[in-house]
């Protein structure tokens, strides 16, 4: 939801000064804020076609015994290897496009059987934008995906950690990086690149790990979409270039993949 758009009470005369009165980086941060702008438009027009699909989803994937019963563990497997996690999360990207979730993993059972451990099949580290959750994006339940989630899904330290516990500690055989469509992180790293002008506090340290993947070769909303895909590219290579990770990697345990979420179409598809 964008900020400008009012909730309960209307702004003040006041409110509507001191926005007119913002510099333009810090106009763009409070209308779009860290969670989104408004969409770009429809995929046809991001400049470049999608790329390749998530995965190949089961044929059974948009057939589901209930849109709105959630199914137990006791009926699925859970994936095991890089390539059947991605599987699952390809079926269930496809049944949140069709409208027909399952809500798997969140009967009493499961829930009682999750206070004695977990086993995540993947881990995504996200956006912080609340419309891209990937539980929801990929129609997963309780204790099947491990989730971490920062602005512009920008790396530090417990973030790297977050993710190395999750491979190294549970076995998670699939990691992916999802950045998503009109990323309000992204376009204000952007914007305040153009104009040379400081974000606020602690927001300008998304900004300065953002910088180093913007694409200066391209114009306007056009450079916004396409760092959005070289962000995700650079953190991707980042996560695989970890020793330990990369070990998991070459041993074909672990893969690292790079994914992007469309807010018009709620398809996600594989970047780089």
């Given at each position: 939801?964008?900020?400008?758009?009012?909730?309960?009470?209307?702004?003040?005369?006041?409110?509507?000064?001191?926005?007119?009165?913002?510099?333009?980086?810090?106009?763009?941060?409070?209308?779009?804020?860290?969670?989104?702008?408004?969409?770009?438009?429809?995929?046809?027009?991001?400049?470049?076609?999608?790329?390749?699909?998530?995965?190949?989803?089961?044929?059974?994937?948009?057939?589901?015994?209930?849109?709105?019963?959630?199914?137990?563990?006791?009926?699925?497997?859970?994936?095991?290897?890089?390539?059947?996690?991605?599987?699952?999360?390809?079926?269930?990207?496809?049944?949140?496009?069709?409208?027909?979730?399952?809500?798997?993993?969140?009967?009493?059972?499961?829930?009682?059987?999750?206070?004695?451990?977990?086993?995540?099949?993947?881990?995504?580290?996200?956006?912080?934008?609340?419309?891209?959750?990937?539980?929801?994006?990929?129609?997963?339940?309780?204790?099947?995906?491990?989730?971490?989630?920062?602005?512009?899904?920008?790396?530090?330290?417990?973030?790297?950690?977050?993710?190395?516990?999750?491979?190294?500690?549970?076995?998670?055989?699939?990691?992916?990086?999802?950045?998503?469509?009109?990323?309000?992180?992204?376009?204000?790293?952007?914007?305040?690149?153009?104009?040379?002008?400081?974000?606020?506090?602690?927001?300008?340290?998304?900004?300065?790990?953002?910088?180093?993947?913007?694409?200066?070769?391209?114009?306007?909303?056009?450079?916004?979409d396409s760092t959005?895909?070289?962000?995700?590219?650079?953190?991707?290579?980042?996560?695989?270039?970890?020793?330990d990770l990369a070990?998991?990697?070459?041993?074909?345990?672990?893969?690292?993949?790079?994914?992007?979420?469309?807010?018009?179409?709620?398809?996600?598809?594989?970047?780089?």
């Open positions: 939801m964008n900020s400008d758009r009012s909730v309960g009470a209307q702004p003040t005369a006041a409110a509507h000064q001191r926005f007119a009165l913002a510099s333009p980086a810090r106009r763009a941060l409070l209308r779009f804020g860290l969670t989104g702008a408004a969409a770009l438009g429809a995929t046809a027009a991001l400049g470049t076609a999608p790329a390749a699909a998530l995965g190949t989803a089961p044929a059974s994937a948009t057939t589901p015994t209930s849109p709105t019963s959630p199914t137990t563990s006791a009926s699925r497997r859970r994936p095991g290897t890089p390539d059947e996690a991605l599987r699952e999360l390809a079926a269930g990207n496809q049944r949140w496009r069709a409208f027909r979730q399952r809500h798997p993993d969140e009967s009493p059972a499961v829930r009682r059987s999750l206070t004695s451990g977990q086993h995540p099949f993947a881990l995504v580290l996200g956006c912080i934008d609340s419309r891209v959750p990937p539980e929801l994006v990929f129609d997963q339940g309780l204790g099947d995906l491990m989730t971490v989630r920062s602005a512009g899904e920008v790396l530090d330290e417990a973030v790297l950690g977050s993710v190395a516990y999750g491979v190294l500690e549970l076995d998670i055989p699939l990691v992916m990086v999802l950045g998503h469509q009109s990323c309000g992180a992204v376009k204000a790293a952007v914007e305040s690149d153009l104009s040379g002008e400081r974000l606020p506090a602690h927001i300008q340290y998304i900004a300065d790990r953002i910088a180093p993947n913007i694409d200066r070769i391209q114009e306007g909303d056009a450079r916004i959005i895909d070289a962000n995700v590219r650079a953190i991707r290579a980042h996560l695989a270039a970890e020793p070990a998991k990697v070459t041993s074909g345990q672990l893969a690292i993949v790079g994914a992007r979420y469309e807010l018009t179409t709620q398809r996600v598809h594989r970047v780089g």
